[in-house]
T-cell receptor, first 115, second 112 residues
Framework: DTEVTQTPKHLVMGMTNKKSLKCEQH?????MYWYKQKAKKPPELMFV???????INESVPSRFSPECPNSSLLNLHLHALQPEDSALYLC??????????????FGPGTRLTVL | DQQVKQNSPSLSVQEGRISILNCDYT??????FLWYKKYPAEGPTFLIS?????DKNEDGRFTVFLNKSAKHLSLHIVPSQPGDSAVYFC???????????FGPGTRLSVLP
């Protein structure tokens, strides 16, 4: 089983709203990732969690706040977003970042629209 | 500065023929390479990978070739099927823990 699930599938929010994206995996993976993908572009890394600790923040604005409550769950809290933040947000997981040959498995994504 | 390049934004192939997707990289520290397939509004699906100790890896209709000296890899799909129509991303990583770097993608259209 290589399934990563994400909810919601679609989200429309105003610039003053607070919302959260959720990601879950039950593969026993210890690394989880958030990516942002704009149309016709490759995924861009936002955050990396390794063993439930934030290990990489790719200079993401503070209006995006990640959280890893346990090894299976990853959240992305959204607040005061801008219309240009509209994109497909992808979650991924991998077995262990300490191994170089570490394949990432992606969820289906959340299509976010900020009005 | 693009570390992973896919110089063909699109490719059209007849059903049953071979599809060849190319990828070039510039960072000599990369030693693990992957191909992902992506349909619109879905997450990338892992297809096949290869580490730098090999020059070929095969899985069913998919074969990846790696030429380290040329810093080039390619994905061969034989025979191509209409369901293979998607965007294909090449990705690379390094043993030092550097995260995946994705190429810009190639849109493959398999024509019936």
């Amino acid at each position: 089983d290589t399934e990563v699930t994400q909810t919601p599938k679609h989200l429309v929010m105003g610039m003053t709203n607070k919302k959260s994206l959720k990601c879950e995996q039950h593969m026993g993976h210890r690394a989880m990732y958030w990516y942002k993908q704009k149309a016709k572009k490759p995924p861009e890394l936002m955050f990396v969690y390794s063993y439930e600790k934030l290990s990489i923040n790719e200079s993401v604005p503070s209006r995006f706040s990640p959280e890893c409550p346990n090894s299976s769950l990853l959240n992305l809290h959204l607040h005061a977003l801008q219309p240009e933040d509209s994109a497909l947000y992808l979650c991924a997981s991998s077995q262990d970042r300490s191994f170089g040959t570490d394949t990432q498995y992606f969820g289906p994504g959340t299509r976010l629209t900020v009005l | 500065d693009q570390q992973v390049k896919q110089n063909s934004p699109s490719l059209s192939v007849q059903e049953g023929r071979i599809s060849i997707l190319n990828c070039d990289y510039t960072n000599s520290m990369f030693d693990y390479f992957l191909w992902y397939k992506k349909y619109p509004a879905e997450g990338p699906t892992f297809l096949i990978s290869i580490s730098s100790i090999k020059d070929k890896n095969e899985d069913g209709r998919f074969t990846v070739f790696l030429n380290k000296s040329a810093k080039h890899l390619s994905l061969h799909i034989v025979p191509s099927q209409p369901g293979d129509s998607a965007v294909y991303f090449c990705a690379a990583s390094a043993l030092n823990g550097q995260n995946f770097v994705f190429g810009p993608g190639t849109r493959l259209s398999v024509l019936p």
